[in-house]
């Protein structure tokens, strides 16, 4: 796994919209797929967008696509989650996640990165209220 910190979580009126960054700490040996999980009080963490580093190659669900975008800079090996048009149920706890792997592999690692409980950091609270 990647050490990674999440940050960027607010409250924000239905309709609007929030951008989330996750960095990775430390210096990264190889490309790795960064994504995007939220859990919402009372229900399973979900995975939400992922992206390749060696690439740029993206995957999301479909309860955010074509609303949320996520993106990266190599520079600084940094991931972004630009969430717009939000609405009250995209409220919960996200958290960012990163793991060594290749393209292929980001999309089912999402998944099941989702149903780990290990190595969590703490998320960052994003509030969407009417």
């Known amino acids: 796994q990647v050490p990674v910190v999440e940050s960027g979580g607010d409250s924000v009126q239905a309709g609007g919209s929030l951008r989330l960054s996750c960095a990775a700490i430390?210096?990264?040996?190889?490309?790795?797929?960064m994504g995007w999980f939220r859990q919402a009080p009372g229900k399973e963490r979900e995975g939400i967008a992922v992206?390749?580093?060696?690439?740029?190659?993206?995957t999301y669900a479909d309860s955010v696509k074509g609303r949320f975008t996520i993106s990266q800079d190599n520079g600084d090996n940094s991931v972004y989650l630009q969430m717009n048009s939000l609405k009250l149920e995209d409220t919960a706890t996200y958290y960012c996640?990163?793991?060594?792997?290749?393209?292929?592999?980001?999309?089912?690692?999402?998944?099941?990165?989702?149903?780990?409980?290990?190595?969590w950091g703490q998320g960052t609270q994003v509030t969407v209220s009417s």
């Open positions: 992206i390749y580093s060696g690439d740029g190659t993206t």
């Open positions: 430390g210096d990264t040996r190889s490309p790795y797929c």
């Open positions: 996640a990163a793991d060594y792997g290749r393209s292929f592999q980001c999309g089912p690692w999402l998944r099941g990165r989702a149903n780990d409980d290990r190595n």
